[in-house]
């Protein structure tokens, strides 16, 4: 029995794109954050909290690029050529907020206002971004002979906009926790109340699209509704509602690591269910990832490389994280 190449590229690219959301989304809700927060030394302390990490969180981004490219080539042709606008904003976005990043340090105090708006723009403008294409992506896209067939503007609709703002919300929660869990004080208090609110709008959130999507998608209505799969996706929404529950319980109480923890489980059962909906269509709403795949001499060529550099990913990745684990204080961190 041969491997199924396909679809070990496509768990592949499941998994970079998922640790890129979990990753980069807490960093991005530093950003987004960044005007609930007026003090100037609990600003620099939520930028010292990712200062070591940040710019190797997007790593997953490229990898997920790349591999799309090498493993799917039609579905990386047909995504960037409907997702073009959305994506070359978000490139502009993180760009931007990572020139932000650095030349906030560097800029006196005059200019330092400057670099924390352009954080802020940058953090709003790349996670919206995000949303946009997400949105665009589960609506689907028109191709025809192996083509994208579609308008430039396709991928604008009110369903996409709507993910825009709830993917905001989702990097806003992974904030609150992320912070909640790497500060103290008055400034983890202050991440403790407002993640309260954050995380009831990311529960909405999660319903409002639960619901739209069926609707406006009858094979994905049927694909959560129909017997026996209505058995066996139930865990999924009923999950939702416990961890939802944990997480507003945490918020409330003198744990640390607990709310980031029960927030990146939220995200990852809400990615689940995008999963569940979109599976096996790597182009929706029709074409398969067997359908899109590369010759399986250039998939089992390419994969020789995936499973060479993913463990150096993983392994420097963990590591950072445990070098600079423990509290960010005032006065302390990225120079």
């Not at 995936?306 to 950072?320: D, E, G, Q």
Request: proline share 6%; net charge neutral.
């Amino acid at each position: 029995m041969g491997i199924d190449l396909p679809l070990l590229w496509a768990v592949i690219i499941g998994f970079g794109l998922m640790m890129y959301v979990i990753m980069d989304g807490f960093d991005l809700g530093i950003g987004i954050l960044f005007p609930f927060v007026r003090d100037r030394e609990e600003r620099d302390v939520m930028i010292n909290s990712v200062a070591p990490v940040w710019d190797g969180n997007e790593t997953w981004l490229v990898l997920g690029g790349a591999a799309l490219l090498a493993a799917f080539p039609l579905a990386y042709a047909v995504i960037l050529s409907a997702l073009y606008l959305p994506l070359m904003l978000m490139l502009a976005g993180l760009i931007w907020r990572g020139v932000a990043f650095e030349f906030r340090f560097k800029a006196d105090e005059s200019h330092k206002p400057f670099w924390d708006k352009a954080f802020i723009w940058g953090s709003y403008i790349a996670t919206f971004s995000q949303g946009l294409a997400l949105g665009a992506f589960i609506n689907g896209f028109d191709v025809r002979d192996g083509a994208y067939a579609g308008g430039l503007f396709d991928w604008l609709s009110p369903f996409s906009l709507f993910t825009g703002l709830g993917m905001v919300v989702a990097y806003a929660l992974l904030g609150t926790t992320w912070l909640v869990m790497k500060t103290e004080g008055r400034l983890q208090r202050h991440m403790r109340q407002l993640g309260r609110p954050i995380t009831l709008a990311v529960l909405a959130t999660i319903v409002i699209v639960s619901l739209w999507t069926p609707f406006a998608h009858p094979d994905i209505a049927a694909r959560w509704f129909a017997l026996p799969n209505l058995f066996f996706f139930a865990p999924v929404p009923l999950l939702v509602v416990l961890a939802t529950w944990l997480l507003l319980k945490t918020l409330a109480s003198e744990t640390h690591a607990a709310p980031f923890i029960l927030s990146l489980a939220l995200l990852f059962l809400g990615y689940s269910g995008l999963a569940i909906s979109l599976w096996p269509n790597i182009i929706p709403p029709a074409i398969s990832i067997w359908e899109a795949a590369s010759p399986p001499q250039s998939l089992g060529f390419a994969l020789v490389g995936a499973l060479f550099i993913i463990p150096f990913i993983l392994a420097y990745t963990a590591w950072s994280y445990y070098v600079f684990r423990g509290k960010v204080k005032v006065g302390e961190g990225y120079h």
